[in-house]
Nanobody
Framework: VQLVESGGGLVQAGGSLRLSCAAS????????MGWYRQTPGNQRELVAS????????NYSDSVKGRFTISRDNAQNTMYLQMNSLKPEDTAVYYC?????????????WGQGTQVTVSS
């Protein structure tokens, strides 16, 4: 599975961005997908996740109510709509997909896209 993110950039506080993650390869094996973010010196943290059918979503408390995760399985693409952005949302955002099997999951990662929110 290959993942390619797009949509990052520079935005003022209060603004919006939409990230996209295009999946290719053995996409049939993907069980769930998610967005993570990382700032220098910190661990990568989960922002939001979504199941393969799109029926179940989860969000970190810091983005709940502001970000929306979705996926278009026909296009093999996942999105993260980010509204009311804050300077603390500044990070490199990574697309993640979990494939493999229940007892032997495989994590796939995109290359990351920078999101910078100015105050």
């Amino acid at each position: 599975v290959q993942l390619v993110e797009s949509g990052g950039g520079l935005v003022q506080a209060g603004g919006s961005l939409r990230l996209s993650c295009a999946a290719s390869g053995s996409t049939f094996s993907i069980k769930r997908m998610g967005w993570y973010r990382q700032t220098p010196g910190n661990q990568r943290e989960l922002v939001a996740s979504i199941t393969s059918g799109g029926g179940t979503t989860n969000y970190s408390d810091s983005v709940k109510g502001r970000f929306t995760i979705s996926r278009d399985n026909a296009q093999n693409t996942m999105y993260l709509q980010m509204n009311s952005l804050k300077p603390e949302d500044t990070a490199v955002y990574y697309c993640n997909a979990v494939g493999g099997y229940l007892l032997a999951p495989i994590d796939y990662w995109g290359q990351g896209t920078q999101v910078t929110v100015s105050s």
